[in-house]
C-alpha cells in the first residue's frame, strides 16, 4: 500500500516528466513549423521566410539543451525505472534529433537563400514532390510519438527508404540535365543538397519512430529489415 509521502513523490516525478514531454512537444512544433517555413521560402521564392528558419533555430536549441538538462535532472531526482526510464531516454533522444531535424531546415533556407539570388529555375518543382513525401513522414513521426502510437510509428521505417529511392532518383535526374544546361549547374547542386537535407529528415523521423516503439513496447528496431514487422 503506498504511504502519503509515496503518493508525493510519484506526483512529483510524474509532474516532472509531464513538463519534459511538453517541452519535446514544442520543439516538435516548432521544428515542423521550420520545415514548412523552410518550405515556404523555397517555392514561394520569399527570403522572409528562409530568414524566419534561420532566426527560429536559437529557440528550438535552447529547448534542446533544456531537455537534456531536465532528462539528466529527473534521472537524478527520482531514479525511474523500466517504462520510466524508457520514456526519460526517449523523450531526451526526440529532442536530439529534432534538433538535428531543425538544423537540416536552416540547411535547407540558407540554401534557398542561394537559389534566390539565380534567375528562377524550371526545375525547382521537380523537388516539391519530394518536400511534401519528407514532411509528412516527419510529421506522422511526431504524432507517432505524442500519441504513444506504435502502429504509426512502424510505418516510418518503410516509408524512410522509399524516400531515399525518390532522392537518388531526383539527383540522377538532375545530374543528366546538367550538360544540357550548363548555366544552371549550380542551382541544380543546391537543389540536390536540399534534397540531401530532405533525406537527412527521413533518417531522423525513423530515428524518433524506433525510440517510440522502444519506449512504449521495449522493443529495439533499429536493425531489424522493417518496422512494420517489428
Known amino acids: 500500500m503506498q504511504t502519503e509521502a509515496t503518493r508525493h513523490i510519484l506526483t512529483n516525478f510524474e509532474d516532472a516528466l509531464d513538463n519534459l514531454r511538453k517541452d519535446v512537444l514544442m520543439m516538435s512544433s516548432l521544428s515542423a513549423r521550420s520545415l514548412e517555413n523552410a518550405r515556404k521560402g523555397l517555392f514561394e521564392r520569399d527570403e522572409d521566410w528562409a530568414n524566419t528558419v534561420i532566426a527560429d533555430d536559437e529557440e528550438i536549441d535552447t529547448l534542446e539543451i533544456q531537455v537534456d538538462n531536465d532528462g539528466i535532472s529527473i534521472m537524478l531526482r527520482f531514479h525511474p525505472y523500466a517504462s520510466d526510464l524508457r520514456n526519460v531516454f526517449a523523450a531526451m533522444k526526440t529532442s536530439v534529433n529534432l534538433e ?24 525547382t518543382p ?21 500519441d504513444s502510437d506504435i502502429e504509426l510509428a ?3 521505417k518503410s516509408r524512410d527508404r522509399e524516400l531515399d529511392i525518390h532522392n537518388r532518383e531526383f539527383a540522377e535526374k538532375l545530374t543528366e540535365l546538367m550538360p544540357q544546361n550548363p548555366d544552371f549547374i549550380r542551382g541544380f547542386l543546391e537543389l540536390i543538397f536540399i534534397a540531401r537535407c530532405l533525406e537527412r529528415i527521413g533518417d531522423l523521423a ?24 517489428a
Do not use: C, W
Not at 538535428?100 to 526545375?123: C, F, S, Y
Not at 517510440?212 to 529495439?220: L, N
Open 100 to 123: 538535428r531535424a531543425a538544423d537540416q531546415a536552416v540547411g535547407i533556407a540558407r540554401r534557398t537563400k542561394k537559389l534566390l539570388a539565380m534567375p528562377a529555375m524550371a526545375e
Open 126 to 146: 521537380l523537388i516539391e514532390s519530394l518536400y511534401y513525401f519528407t514532411s509528412a513522414m516527419f510529421n506522422d513521426a511526431i504524432n507517432a510519438y505524442a
Open 154 to 156: 512502424k510505418t516510418i
Open 206 to 229: 525513423k530515428s524518433i519512430a524506433e525510440d517510440t516503439i522502444h519506449a512504449v513496447a521495449m522493443k529495439d528496431t533499429r536493425h531489424t529489415a522493417n518496422l512494420v514487422s
